[in-house]
Structures are given as C-alpha cells and as structure tokens.
C-alpha cells in the first residue's frame, strides 16, 4: 500500500537559516503530493502541492519539487522565520482519487 | 467567508457517553472526512463521503458513526464502543473525493476529552 516517510523532529533552527525536511513516498501509479502544516492548537492549512513528476509546488518562500525518480518530495525555505515554528505533514494521495496518507509530521522550532 | 466549521473547540465527555461533533462546509464541496490524530502522531481517517447519502469507512472505523444527509454537513459520532476517544478530530472537504489532483481543506478541530 502507500506510505510516506518523514524526517524525524523536532528540527531547531536559528532564524534566516536554510530549511530541507525530507519525505519519500512509495504509492502506485502518479499520486499528488502535498505539504500541510499545522500551527499549535489548529487544524492543517495547505502549504504547497504538486501533482505531475517534475513539478514544482511553492507558497511563502517554501518549495518542493516532485521527484519521480527518488519518489521524493522534500520542502525547502532559503530563510525561515521565527513564525514558520509549526508541524509539516507530507502527503501524497494516489491516483484515482485514493486517500491522503500522512506521515507522523516534522515538528520545526525556529528560534530568534 | 468560506470555510469548514466544526463545534465544539472542546468538548468533555463521561465514560459511556455517546457525543457527536459538528462538521459544516459552505464550500458547495462534494466530499467530506473525518481524521483522528493522537499526540505526535499523524492524522487517520476514520471516515469519509464523495456524495450525500453515501459514506465509507476508512482505517479506523470502529466505534464510530457518521451521516451525510446534506451537502454541507458530516457530523460524527463518537460512540461508547470506541475504546480510546480521548484524541483531535479534525474534518475536511474537498471538491470532488475521487481526483487525486482535488485539495482537501481542513477545520480547525475538535479536542475531545474523556473524563
């Protein structure tokens, strides 16, 4: 079946640094990939998606690029902010309108 | 504005007690889900509608129930038979549940507590 796999947090960054939180995927077919992330006490707000190989998904300075041939879909951010501190999910959803799958989220903390 | 609402923000209940939570969407979406998430975990789906009047179940159905008798509307029930509900619950909508391609957008959640 289709899984997805994050990288383990908490991640703790110092602001302006460089993001990468990696995630690959094993799904049949072409699924659509997403990030969501989720702010303490709230519900998932959609980050970015993509949904054909090679594609690229971005919003707020985050990107992430789907890559067929590694099944992977890392996010990106050149410089985050104290502000981007939350929880990233990544999830892929197969095609034929199958479910989201979601990993066990990356936490970020980014202090000042 | 547009949105998903669900109600309570927090909800407390007894052992034994059955509770349901509210779930609407002006969206004019046609599909509708239910997700549980525990502390530090992901979120699973517990249930989920393309259409009214029609529903699944998804991984973790058991001690649950729902009903789709309008567009708008999913609520959820959180039956005696669920042996551990004390968890998050957050509902989504999404245009059309069967395009892989089809965003699904979520509500704030419910925190439900078992006392």
């Known amino acids: 079946g289709n899984s997805v796999t994050q990288m383990e947090g908490p991640v703790t960054l110092s602001e302006e640094a460089f993001l990468t939180i990696n995630c690959t995927y094993t799904a049949t077919g072409y699924p659509s990939l997403f990030w969501y992330v989720q702010y303490p006490g709230e519900g998932l707000q959609l980050l970015l998606k993509a949904t054909k190989a090679d594609d690229k998904g971005s919003n707020k300075g985050f990107e992430a690029t789907y890559r067929k041939e590694t099944t992977s879909f890392h996010l990106e951010k050149g410089s985050v902010q104290v502000s981007d501190s939350a929880v990233y999910f990544c999830a892929p959803r197969g095609n034929q309108g199958g479910k989201l799958i979601f990993g066990q989220g990356t936490e970020l903390s980014v202090k000042p | 504005d547009g949105g998903i609402t669900q109600s309570p923000k927090y909800l407390f209940r007894k052992e034994g007690q059955n509770v349901t939570l509210s779930c609407e969407q002006n969206?004019?979406?046609?599909?509708m889900y239910w997700y549980r998430q525990d502390p530090g975990q992901g979120l699973r789906l517990i249930y989920y509608?393309?259409?009214?009047?029609?529903?699944q179940k998804g991984d973790i159905a058991e001690g649950y129930s729902v009903s789709r008798e309008k567009k708008e509307s999913f609520p959820l029930t959180v039956t005696s038979a669920q042996k551990n509900p004390t968890a998050f619950y957050l509902c989504a909508s999404s245009k059309q549940g069967k395009v892989s391609t089809d965003t699904q957008y979520f509500g704030p959640g419910t925190r439900l507590t078992v006392l």
């Open positions: 969206l004019n979406h046609d599909a």
């Open positions: 509608s393309q259409i009214v009047n029609d529903f």
